[in-house]
Nanobody, 127 residues
Framework: QLQLVESGGGLVHPGGSLRVSCAASRFTLDTYTIGWFRQAPGKEREGVACISSSDGGTNYADSVKGRFTISRDNSNDAVNLQMNSLKPEDTAVYYC????????????????????WGQGTQVTVSS
């Protein structure tokens, strides 16, 4: 059973940067499509970024394009989400998810049809 663990959340000022990571114990993530999702209080969960297992293609929600970058860290067997120019509206619990079934990059941020989910890490953007 794949177990995902997120890390790296915290409190940051508006305009600041933060990197959250997703790792799995005893499994490698390079064969999984990985998605990052977030859920703010009172709001539905939304896809933020994803990286496909097929060709490493990535996709982003419009609200984070140009500010967030998803990447695989093969040396640490993790998937990172680098978040720059953070805004208060980025405040949420961030979850990573993994799919053993290929999801194409053009679709992977728009679906929550992932097999495995982490417990989430809180990101708070506030002055």
């Amino acid at each position: 059973q794949l177990q995902l663990v997120e890390s790296g959340g915290g409190l940051v000022h508006p305009g600041g940067s933060l990197r959250v990571s997703c790792a799995a114990s005893r499994f490698t993530l390079d064969t999984y499509t990985i998605g990052w999702f977030r859920q703010a209080p009172g709001k539905e969960r939304e896809g933020v970024a994803c990286i496909s297992s097929s060709d490493g293609g990535t996709n982003y929600a419009d609200s984070v394009k140009g500010r967030f970058t998803i990447s695989r860290d093969n040396s640490n067997d993790a998937v990172n989400l680098q978040m720059n120019s953070l805004k208060p509206e980025d405040t949420a619990v961030y979850y990573c998810a993994a799919s053993s079934v290929l999801i194409q990059a053009r679709l992977c941020v728009f679906t929550d049809d992932y097999d495995y989910w982490g417990q989430g890490t809180q990101v708070t953007v506030s002055s």
